[in-house]
């Protein structure tokens, strides 16, 4: 069955870092897009960043532009998102997020983000 499964969230403090994964399986993953979501209590998901191939395009939210990478290994099915300099606005749920380009639009759980001193 398909799975998305995120790992890399945590606590870190402002200015700092951290690097989310998500492993794909039970699809052909490099035929989707794949994007990174995040939901913040009491706020709409929203897109943070997005990768259609290996080689782009690749498009980020105004939020995060120049700090975070979004990148792809299409070799072991994982999506990644490096976060850099880090701020309590970036606390949030990450969700990993793929897409056919079609109709089936995948989710995965979901790992917290928590950006506090």
């Known amino acids: 069955q398909v799975q998305l499964v995120e790992s890399g969230g945590g606590l870190v403090q402002p200015g700092g870092s951290l690097r989310l994964s998500c492993a794909a399986s039970?699809?052909?993953?490099?035929?989707?897009?794949m994007s990174w979501y995040r939901q913040a209590p009491g706020k709409k998901r929203e897109l943070v960043a997005g990768?259609?191939?290996?080689?782009?395009?690749?498009e980020y939210g105004d939020a995060v532009k120049g700090r975070f990478t979004i990148d792809r290994d299409d070799a072991h099915n994982t999506v990644y998102l490096e976060m850099n300099l880090l701020t309590p606005d970036d606390t949030a749920m990450y969700y990993c997020h793929a897409w056919n380009y079609g109709q089936l639009i995948y989710w995965g759980q979901g790992t917290q983000v928590t950006v506090s001193s």
């Open positions: 990768i259609r191939r290996a080689d782009g395009p690749i």
């Open positions: 039970g699809f052909v993953f490099s035929g989707y897009a």
